[in-house]
C-alpha cells in the first residue's frame, strides 16, 4: 500500500512561501505537467515568519505544497525512472535575499489515479469545488485502482498529495534524507 510524501520541519530546517516567476502555479499540486515552458528564475523564498530557521533540507516545506527537494534527492528518485514524474529546477532565496541554492527541484508527479474508495473513506467536499476534498479523517484506497509499477502519483478528489510506493518509500528512508517522512494509509488525516 502507498504511503503519503510529508515534510518534516523539525526545529532547524527552513519553511518557504509560495513559488515566485511561475504562472499558474496552484498547478504545481493538482497533477498537471509543468515541464513545457517551466521558467528558468522559477524560485522559492524563505519564509519571513521563520526568520530563525536557514538551514536548507533535503525535502523543504512551502505554501504550494509542492515537493522541493535537494539535487541528491531528486537524483535518487530519478534513477529509478517513475513514470509521469518531471523535474522542475528552482532556486531558494534566503532572508537577505540571497540565493541560499540553485540547485533544488520540485518532483511533479502528473498522474491523477481516482483511487480513493469514497464509500469507507471519512471526508469532507470542498464547499467552492465539489470535485475536491477539503478534509479526510479516514482515508481507504482501492488497491486494484493503483497500477503497481506507479512510484508516485497523486489521489483524485486529494491532489495535493502525493502517495509514494512503499519500495521506494523505503529506498529515500534509508538515504536518511533531512526533512522528509511518509505517513501510511491508517495514519493519515488531512
Known amino acids: 500500500m502507498p504511503v503519503v510524501w510529508e515534510w518534516d520541519v523539525g526545529d532547524r530546517f527552513c519553511v518557504l512561501d509560495g513559488v515566485l516567476n511561475v504562472e499558474d502555479e496552484y ?8 515541464a513545457q515552458g517551466f521558467p528558468a528564475d522559477a524560485s522559492f ?6 526568520r530563525k530557521y536557514i538551514a536548507l533540507a533535503d525535502n523543504i516545506s512551502n505554501l504550494n505544497r509542492a515537493l ?12 529509478r525512472r517513475p513514470r509521469d ?16 541554492s540553485d540547485d533544488y527541484f520540485i ?11 469514497k ?7 470542498n464547499n467552492i469545488d465539489p470535485e475536491k476534498m477539503s478534509s479526510c479523517t479516514k482515508l481507504v484506497l482501492k488497491p486494484e485502482a493503483i497500477n503497481p509499477e506507479l512510484l508516485l502519483f497523486r489521489p483524485q478528489h486529494l491532489e495535493y498529495y502525493v502517495l509514494v510506493h512503499p519500495d521506494l518509500a523505503a529506498a529515500l528512508e534509508e538515504e536518511g ?3 522528509l517522512r511518509f505517513t501510511p494509509i491508517d495514519e493519515f488525516e488531512s
Not at 119 to 125: G, I
Request: charged letters at 35%; proline letters at 2%; aromatic letters at 8%.
Open 27 to 34: 498547478q504545481l499540486s493538482k497533477g498537471v505537467s509543468r
Open 45 to 50: 523564498a524563505m519564509s519571513a515568519k521563520h
Open 68 to 79: 522541493v527537494v535537494s539535487r541528491r534527492l531528486k537524483d535518487v528518485i530519478e534513477a
Open 85 to 100: 514524474v518531471e523535474f522542475l529546477r528552482v532556486s531558494i532565496i534566503d532572508h537577505k535575499k540571497k540565493v541560499a
Open 107 to 117: 518532483v511533479n508527479p502528473f498522474k491523477v489515479v481516482d483511487c480513493i474508495d
Open 119 to 125: 464509500d469507507k473513506s471519512k471526508y469532507r467536499w
Open 177 to 179: 534524507f533531512t526533512g
